[in-house]
């Protein structure tokens, strides 16, 4: 089994965070080592066996501590099993049905072999960050559309299937 495994995010308004926490409850429920950081505050992932990344989705971007972990990481992320997910958009779409990741997360994940990604909904409320933010709260599109139903089956997929490549090595 997989000694250690890094969920690290990229977020503004800790939302993402949030739903990186839920997927490292879930990975710990599964019996891994799990640790949950920021994505600026990694500075090497060679001490983890196995990695997930998550990022907020601004204007059609992951996050931009999101997208430096993955080229700086490159190399080693290469080398150990990857996921990734998106948290953004605010509304139901997420929920309803599979969004592909954006052009820039389908780079990365064909260049570092990822073995999945999924999109969350996001959550934008009232005292979020930045002018953009400020302007989609005015217009009436802000809200909470995070389903941790949802983060947690894909997590519980996720955990299934290093808890299970463990078992087959042993």
Partial sequence: ????????????????????????????????????????????????????????????????????????????????????????????????RDIPPVAGVRKAMDRLDARDHVTFGGCLEEGAKGWVARMILRSGKGGDFRDFAAVEAWASRVGAELVGEWERSR
């Fill in 1 to 96: 089994m997989p000694d250690s495994v890094l969920v690290a995010y990229g977020t503004t308004n800790g939302s993402t965070a949030r739903i990186a926490e839920a997927v490292a409850e879930v990975l710990r429920r599964d019996g891994l080592a799990v640790e949950a950081r920021p994505a600026r505050s990694v500075t090497s992932v060679t001490p983890y066996d196995a990695v997930v990344v998550g990022g907020g989705l601004y204007t059609g971007r992951w996050h931009k501590d999101a997208r430096r972990f993955v080229r700086r990481h490159r190399r080693a992320l290469a080398e150990r099993p990857l996921w990734l997910f998106s948290s953004g958009p605010l509304d139901a779409s997420a929920s309803e």
